[in-house]
C-alpha cells in the first residue's frame, strides 16, 4: 500500500497530479482512493489531496501519517509537518523552498522541479514533473498505466495540440529522474 500527502499552492495541479494516480490505479486493476482537500480559498490557497492504492482494500479515505509527502511550497511544508512519521519520505521543491524541512522523517529530498520545469520544459508541465516523481518514488504504478491515465485526462488538449503529448511524457520521465538515487 501506499499513502501518498501531496501539497502546494492552488493552480499548482495538486489535485490533476492526485485524479491521474488514481485513474492509473483503476487501470492496474489496484484499489485506489482519492481525497482532495482545499483550503477556504480555491485558487491561492494550500491544497492537498490524499491518495492511497492498494493490491488490497482500503479501510479509510484519510491517514494520519503518509508513506510519502510531496510539498511544491513554503506553505504546503508547513500544512503537511502532521503527516510525515519516521518512515516518511519527504520531497519538497527546492526551487521554492529556502530551508530543508526538519522533520522527523526517513529522508527528506530537495528537488529543483520548478527551475526544470522552467529552464527545460515548460511551466505548464510543472505538475507533470511531479507526478513522475511521485511514481518514482512510491513505485505502486507502472510508467505505462501512468501515460495511458495522463493521455485519458489531458485527450481533449493532445487532440488540439499533439506535441503536448511529448511534452508531458517527457516531464514525467524527467520528474522520475529527479528522484531516481534516492531510495
Keep these: 500500500m501506499a499513502k501518498i500527502a501531496?501539497?502546494?499552492?492552488g493552480g499548482q495541479g495538486v489535485q490533476i497530479i492526485a485524479q491521474i494516480m488514481v485513474k492509473a490505479a483503476f487501470n492496474e486493476k489496484k484499489n485506489a482512493c482519492y481525497l482532495p482537500n482545499f483550503g477556504l480559498e480555491q485558487r491561492g490557497g494550500v491544497s492537498l489531496s490524499f491518495v492511497q492504492i492498494s493490491d488490497n482494500?482500503?479501510?479509510?479515505?484519510?491517514?494520519?501519517?503518509?508513506d510519502t509527502v510531496i510539498a511544491l511550497s513554503k506553505r504546503?511544508?508547513?500544512?503537511?509537518?502532521?503527516?510525515?512519521?519516521?518512515?516518511?519520505?519527504?520531497?519538497?521543491?527546492?526551487?521554492?523552498?529556502?530551508?530543508?524541512?526538519?522533520?522527523?522523517?526517513?529522508?527528506?529530498?530537495?528537488?529543483?522541479?520548478?527551475?526544470?520545469?522552467?529552464?527545460e520544459l515548460s511551466s505548464r508541465v510543472f505538475n507533470i514533473i511531479i507526478l513522475g516523481t511521485a511514481i518514482k518514488i512510491t513505485g505502486i504504478l507502472n510508467l505505462d498505466s501512468v501515460k495511458n491515465a495522463l493521455e485519458e485526462s489531458l485527450k481533449e488538449k493532445f487532440l488540439k495540440k499533439p506535441e503536448l503529448k511529448d511534452l508531458n511524457f517527457r516531464a514525467l520521465e524527467r520528474g522520475m529522474s529527479l528522484v531516481e538515487n534516492v531510495l
Design 76 to 119: 504546503a511544508v508547513k500544512r503537511t509537518e502532521q503527516y510525515v512519521g519516521p518512515d516518511t519520505i519527504y520531497i519538497y521543491d527546492n526551487s521554492k523552498v529556502d530551508e530543508k524541512p526538519d522533520y522527523n522523517a526517513k529522508k527528506i529530498v530537495g528537488i529543483p522541479a520548478t527551475d526544470v520545469a522552467n529552464k
Design 6 to 9: 501531496l501539497a502546494g499552492e
Design 57 to 66: 482494500e482500503i479501510g479509510a479515505p484519510k491517514f494520519k501519517i503518509s
